[in-house]
C-alpha cells in the first residue's frame, strides 16, 4: 500500500472517531446537566451540580479523547481532509439526540445529513497527499516562506482591527466581529498544532525534535491561539444563538484552515484541476448540510420579546418561474403549496419554503455537485 495513501487512511480513521467521541459527548453531557438540576439548580441558572454527575465527567472523557483522535489525526492527514470531516460530529449528536434525548430529526435534518456524507465522501476520494516531513526545520521554512508570512500577518493585523476597533462597537450585535477572531486565530491553531503533531511523531520515529527551539516557538504560539480561540468563541456563544453561531464558525474556521494549509504545505501542490474542484464541491456539499442541520433546532426563546413584537410585520410574494410564492401567515393550517417566508427574530434569519420546494432544490443541487465532481 503506498505509504501516502496509507497516512491519509489512518487520519481518515481518526477524524471520523474524533467526530464519533466528540459528537457523543455533547449527548452524554447533557444528559448529565438533565439529571444535575432535576435535584438541584440548573448550570444555566449558576448551579454547579453537575460537577458531581458522574455521566457528565463521563462525557468530558469522551470529548477529551476525540480532540486527542484529531490532534493525532493531523499528523497523518493534510488539514483539507481532517478540518471538514469535524461535521461528521454533528450528525452524530443529530441521530443520538433523536434517540437519547427525543430531540426529533425532521426531514430536513436527514437531508442535511446525507448532504454532509456526500460532501465527506468527495473530500476523502480527492483529498491531496501528505508531504514527507523529516525534522522540524523543514517545517519551520514552511512556515517563514514569504507567503505565508503575508497570510499570518495579514491575519494579525486584521484581528487587530477587529479586537481594537469593531469588538467595542459592534461585538454586542455584529456576529462576524467575534466569529471573525476565532476563525482567523484559529486557522493558525491548527498550522501551530499539527507542526508539533509532526514534531512528536519524528520525536517518537527516534529522531528527537526537543532540542530544536522551532518545536518550542510552535508550541508558544499553539498556546496563545488556543487561549484567544476560545476566549472569542465563548463570547460570541455568550451574545448570540448556538444555532446561528455554530454554522458560520464552521463555515469560516474550516475555510480560513483550508487557506492557510494551502499556503504553508502546499496541500494542492501537484494536484490535478479536478482534484481541487471536487475537493472544493465536497467542502460546499459538507458546508450545506450543516448549515441546514442547525436550520432544524429549535431556536433559544429570546429574553426580551416586547422590542421585536412590536416590528411591523412585512408580508412577501414572489413569483418565480409562473408560480407564486407568498409569505404563509402564522393561523394558517397545512401546508401551501409554493409558499415562501422570511423572517427576522433576535436569534438570526429564517427562511422557510413548502417542503416540495425544499425537496426539489436539494435533489437538483445534490445532482449538480456530483455531476461537477466527476465531470471534473
Known sequence: MDASFSDNLTGFILAVVSSAFIGSSFIIKKKGLQRAAASGPPASSGGYGYLLEPLWWIGMVTMIVGEIANFVAYIFAPAVLVTPLGALSIIVSAVLAHFLLKEKLRKMGIYGCVLCIVGSTLIV???????????????????????????????????????????????????????????????????????????????????????????????????????????????????????????????????????????????????????????????????????????????????ITDVYSSLPQISWLVQVNGNIWKQKDDDESGPTEGYYKLEAKPEGIFLECSQGEFDKWFFWFLGLVWFISFAA
Not at 436550520?295 to 426563546?301: G, M, N, V
Open 125 to 303: 476520494l480527492h483529498a491531496p497527499s501528505e508531504h514527507s516531513l523529516s525534522s522540524v526545520e523543514e517545517i519551520w521554512e514552511l512556515a517563514t516562506q514569504p507567503a505565508f508570512l503575508l497570510y499570518t500577518a495579514s491575519a494579525i493585523a486584521v484581528v487587530l482591527v477587529l479586537v481594537l476597533y469593531c469588538e467595542p462597537r459592534y461585538g454586542q450585535t455584529n456576529i462576524m466581529v467575534y466569529i471573525g477572531i476565532c476563525s482567523i486565530i484559529g486557522s493558525l491553531t491548527v498550522m501551530s498544532i499539527k507542526a508539533i503533531g509532526i514534531a512528536i511523531k519524528l520525536t517518537l520515529e527516534g529522531s528527537s525534535q526537543v532540542a530544536h527551539f522551532q518545536t518550542w516557538v510552535f508550541a508558544m504560539v499553539a498556546i496563545t491561539c488556543i487561549i484567544t480561540q476560545l476566549n472569542y468563541l465563548n463570547k460570541a456563544l455568550d451574545t448570540f444563538n448556538t444555532a446561528v453561531v455554530s454554522p458560520i464558525y464552521y463555515a469560516l474556521f474550516t475555510s480560513f484552515t483550508i487557506l492557510a494549509s494551502a499556503i504553508m504545505f502546499k496541500d494542492w501542490s501537484g494536484q490535478s484541476a479536478s482534484s481541487i474542484v471536487s475537493v472544493l464541491c465536497g467542502f460546499i456539499t459538507v458546508l450545506s448540510g450543516t448549515m441546514v442541520l442547525h436550520s432544524t433546532r429549535e431556536p433559544d426563546p429570546p429574553l
